[in-house]
């Protein structure tokens, strides 16, 4: 049986989903000044290089030395290989700090003095998340029944901060409102397992499990998706949560 699971770090990156370009306006319009802003464990840089149409110079960065050797280069970015809560930029240096489905995985007793160092008076702090997704009645049902039971004993307990939207986070910033963005994509059925592999309670299976799993979930899709190369709409639940550093006095 051929393996579905084997993924690479630039297979994880080219397996999550974009974001909503309207999310990036957006924040570029809440930003006091576009000269600097802070990618805050960036991945492989999906999030460091849209941002790059609107801010000057863009510092990305990220523990994973793997996901920083695959970074998309650009030259306005800056990479380095960093934890979040501990870091060598100057203070006041950033006029926005971005951390894209990544919080809940954070020391946020460490973070929030660093974030709070680094942020210029009255920075925008801005950070989103998303999870699962939907598509249609009887695919969801798919998921829901085949998959889902058996990768719940192996999500961290991190993941239920996510689920949660961040709702149980106090945040050390006066906090703005937030438009809705949608998170809807285009994507054939290679592309949806694509996503799913990269989910963190799979990709915590035992690889023969995982390929079961997978190629059993599989063979129930295509009996609804024929086609498995035709594109659908795929819904992935998506937040935002953004605020402003508290003027010092």
Known sequence: MESLFNISS??????????????????????????????CACGTGQVSVDL????????????????IAEATPHRKIHYQVSSSETTSYPDNHFDVICVGQALHCFDLERFWPEAIRLLKPEGLFVCWGYSGLKISDEFDQIIANSVLPSLLPHWPKQNKIIWNRYSKIDFPFEMIQVPDFELSLKWNAYRVFDYMKTWTAWRALPEQEANILLNAAWEKVVEIWPDPNQKRVIHIPFFAKAGRLKKRH
């Open 10 to 39: 630039s297979g994880y990156a080219k397996g999550r989903p974009t974001y909503p370009a309207e999310l990036y306006l957006w924040l570029a319009q809440q930003a006091k000044n576009r000269e600097r802003v802070w990618d």
């Open 52 to 67: 790059t149409a609107y801010f000057t110079h863009v510092e990305a960065s990220d523990i994973s030395e793997e996901h």
